[in-house]
């Protein structure tokens, strides 16, 4: 089955599976350092006044990225 | 207490940002800090020596980093300091509630083999949650020391330390001994290989500098990752560097051919894998669903970030911050001010006349005094800049502008500065660009840098004052300044955007940023970090700008005016003081009294003589003064300017005023007085320059009155801004470009506004 999607399009509230990660470089490598690594569960918390950038709860801590930044992971909604 | 022959042991804090490791080093430490660049860095380098046992132990604070790459500043810095300063042993302060997080910091610190002891912070919002950590296990399965602490309360923080003096007395004279975890089959078989090619490079050309403490294997793995600092190092040989490359490429290609992956990713979910296979171990044990902090920061969030509220409150905020700190700033401001004025007038009456006079008087108390006028406003700014910090909300600020700055090649971190520069007209840059310290995205604070000064700063707006009272209707006056006001915004973020398309262009920084729980700042902490930017300030910029300040007195002075001027001068003034005397003398006669500026109300001939006479007087040394500023450096350096400034419609006077603001922008209105032969003019209530500006309407239109407040907003910034950017970007360039680039702005926009302004008219 393929479920999957871009984080980008995750409504505020809803959880999901981190399924891969295609940012490279720098990007890449603080989305890592954050914990941000498939098989990874995190849930949408908000979103900036303008929609943008998203807030993300992961394992014990919440976090923030810009969209374009979150088009580069994609998920797998949970129920 | 006991003497020891002991060598003293260093100890280096490690940790994620926001996980407490300040507070910690502050508590470790006390007052006994102090605070250091690496040159070429301005991430600080902090030390501090802490007791145990009545034995001094060095601590050394690493900046706050999530991984040991070298992509940040902050990572490179704390890599140095391990190879550089070879700390014996290493705490990582942990944030307890985000574990498999923050230890991908120490797994990759285990991998460099230093001696690591882990002290699991901010437990008591853990167990707040209802979770608990079994210490013991977490221990056993990681093979270092692990100590459970509190920062704020202190707890667990002495026993930290000591654990961290007892290993690096067990390990001390040891090797460091590396972690070495799998990385799968693919990685394993290449690290192998490149390790021994490593090993072979350092047998063959033993490493002399710091990198001689790196485990072979460590190497290679951050070849492996393409570790920018490793890759460039020339500790290995060239055979050993084509070989590592090679496996770097066959490998790379592999995996990119079989799991879409690259070897960088890799090694970072391997190590995350080994994270979870430790955590699995019924690490943490969770309890019924308690509520917690997180729940209660959840719960502010909603409010503190609301798509309507979150902005007008954000609002809200910036203009209480704005305004406690200048209303409450000018109170000691204005003490210190007239402390050197005082001192000032003291000095004048006590000295014997001269050039050391005018050197003390003017150069030295003139120029200390306005850096030191600025070190309560600086104070305050951090006090409460650290306070929005430490409790979170700086982050929430960044997180709501974004948007709108990151059209701009800005941060949302950026918007700070800029308010506090002048965003909200009155502010100062000096300040701004300190508080550019917390953008940890090196573009987006240099372009940030470098606009903020075309903020209306206060000193700037006696300026305005003055031109818009002339040349504007009163009903009009103060749609006109906050104009003004907006005008800076403007250009500071098309500026911003232009920049960041040509001279510092590049993608942005990911934002990717932690948004920490709400928590309630220490004082101590609060206190520590204020007085460390005040006094930072004071040492940086005393010097640099003390000596800038005489050479602008300087500028103004010489070469004096010729001798046989200065004769004319010196015999009219001597004459009219000998009448004005004689005009005294004949109002006692005549029983009449020697009040000043009674004018309307002087009856007697004798007394009407007086003033004439005094005001004969004024006007003679203010000749002299003005005669004096053109023959000065800085005078002939206005006159021959002048063809340039034409076109911006600026004349010679103007021109001095505008040299002289670039010391300090609060002497322009006064500077533009002594040229127009009035003496010191009160930039406050200038009505005197006033009346000269509009009667002289062969030099002053509305056309070129315009054209000077936009150059006045956006021409170099002043001595002090310049000497804080050199602090705060590490060098003389990125400055030289903001005074340089700024002046030409300026000129350009002024001439255009000038000349069409004028065919306008």
């Not at chain 2, 007085?673 to 209530?685: C, H, I, K, N, R």
């Amino acid at each position: 089955m393929n479920n999957s999607i871009s984080l980008r399009h995750l409504q505020v509230g809803q959880r999901a599976r981190i399924q891969s990660v295609t940012a490279d470089g720098e990007l890449g490598r603080r989305i890592r350092d954050m914990g941000l690594i498939p098989g990874a569960e995190l849930q949408v918390m908000g979103r900036a006044p303008l929609k943008d950038p998203v807030a993300l709860r992961l394992n014990g801590f919440t976090l923030t990225l810009r969209n374009n930044e979150a088009d580069t992971i994609t998920v797998t909604p949970q129920e | 207490m006991t003497l020891s022959l002991d060598r003293p042991i260093t100890v280096a804090l490690a940790g994620n940002p926001n996980s407490g490791k300040t507070t910690i080093f502050n508590h470790l430490t006390g007052a006994r800090q102090h605070v250091g660049n690496y040159p070429g860095i301005t991430v600080e380098k902090k030390t501090g020596q802490a007791i145990l046992d009545g034995r001094m132990v060095t601590i050394v604070d690493l900046p706050g980093t999530y991984s040991l790459t070298a992509y940040s500043q902050e990572e490179v810095v704390a890599r140095r300091v391990l190879a550089d300063e070879k700390p014996d042993v290493v705490i990582q302060v942990v944030n307890a509630g985000a574990l498999e997080r923050n230890l991908y910091l120490a797994v990759q610190l285990m991998e460099l083999g230093i001696p690591l002891v882990l002290a699991l912070n901010m437990m008591d919002e853990v167990r707040s949650r209802g979770d608990s950590i079994d210490l013991m296990r977490l221990s056993q399965l990681m093979g270092v020391p692990v100590v459970e602490t509190v920062g704020r309360t202190g707890i667990g923080i002495e026993t930290a330390l000591r654990a961290a003096v007892d290993l690096a007395r067990a390990k001390a004279g040891q090797p460091w001994t590396p972690l070495e975890i799998s990385y799968g089959p693919d990685l394993d078989s290449v690290l192998t290989a490149a390790t021994e090619a490593v090993e072979k490079s350092c047998r063959s050309s033993p490493p002399k500098g710091p990198e001689a403490v790196f485990p072979p294997r460590w190497v290679a793995l951050k070849y492996l990752e393409g570790d920018q600092d490793i890759r460039e190092a020339d500790f290995l040989t060239d055979e050993a560097k084509a070989a590592l490359d090679a496996a770097g490429r066959s490998v790379g290609k592999h995996l990119a051919d079989t799991l879409q992956s690259y070897p960088e990713a890799l090694i970072a979910d391997f190590r995350y894998g080994y994270i979870s296979s430790l955590l699995r171990q019924d690490i943490i044990i969770r309890h019924a669903d308690v509520k917690g902090r997180r729940e209660l920061s959840d719960k502010i969030d909603m409010v503190l970030t609301h798509t309507l509220l979150g902005p007008i409150i954000m609002i809200g905020i910036f203009y209480l911050v704005y305004r406690v700190a200048f209303d409450l700033g000018s109170y000691p401001m204005d003490l210190i001010d007239q402390f050197f004025g005082w001192l000032g007038e003291s000095a004048d009456a006590l000295m014997p006349e001269g050039m050391l006079k005018s050197l003390v008087v003017s150069g030295i108390i003139a120029g200390v005094g306005g850096v030191l006028t600025f070190v309560p406003l600086i104070l305050i700014m951090f006090l409460l800049i650290a306070f929005l910090e430490d409790t979170g909300y700086m982050a929430r600020i960044a997180y709501m502008l974004d948007r709108v700055f990151r059209f701009f090649g800005l941060h949302g971190s950026s918007v700070m500065p800029y308010i506090i520069s002048g965003g909200i007209a009155g502010g100062c840059a000096v300040p701004g660009v300190m508080a550019t310290r917390t953008l940890r995205s090196p573009k987006e604070k240099l372009a940030t840098v470098l606009t903020l000064p075309f903020m209306a700063c206060g000193a700037k707006i006696p300026v305005f004052m003055l031109f818009v009272g002339i040349f504007f209707a009163p009903e009009h006056q103060a749609g006109v300044m906050l104009d003004i006001t907006l005008t800076g915004w403007i250009l500071a973020l098309l500026s911003a955007r232009a920049l960041r398309s040509t001279i510092i262009s590049g993608p942005p920084t990911p934002f990717v940023m932690e948004l920490p729980p709400y928590r309630l700042p220490t004082l101590q902490g609060l206190l520590l970090h204020t007085w460390e930017r005040g006094w930072q300030y004071i040492k940086k910029a005393g010097t640099i700008i003390l000596a800038i300040s005489i050479l602008i007195w300087a500028l103004m002075t010489f070469p004096a005016l010729p001798e046989n001027q200065a004769l004319q001068f010196t015999q009219r003034i001597a004459a009219l003081e000998e009448q004005t005397a004689a005009a005294e003398e004949a109002v006692l006669a005549a029983g009449g009294s020697l009040g000043q500026g009674e004018t309307d109300r002087a009856h007697l001939p004798e007394e009407q003589a007086l003033t004439q006479a005094r005001e004969a007087l004024g006007a003679m040394k203010n000749a002299e003064a003005s005669a004096t500023l053109r023959h000065s450096l800085a005078g002939r350096i206005g006159s021959f300017l002048e063809p340039v400034s034409k076109l911006a419609g600026f004349d010679w006077r103007t021109n001095i005023a505008l040299l002289g603001g670039f010391g300090a922008k609060e002497v322009l209105v006064s500077t533009l007085g002594t040229a127009y032969s009035l003496g010191d003019v009160d930039p406050e209530e200038a009505e005197s320059l006033a009346e000269k500006i509009q009667a002289d309407t062969a030099t002053w239109n509305l056309a070129n009155a315009v054209s000077l407040m936009l150059f006045v907003l956006i021409y170099a910034p002043c001595v002090v801004t310049i000497v804080t950017m050199r602090a705060e970007t590490g060098g003389w360039r990125w400055p030289l470009v903001s005074l340089f680039g700024s002046t030409l702005l300026a000129y350009t926009l002024a001439v255009i506004v000038y000349q069409v302004g004028r065919t306008l008219l």
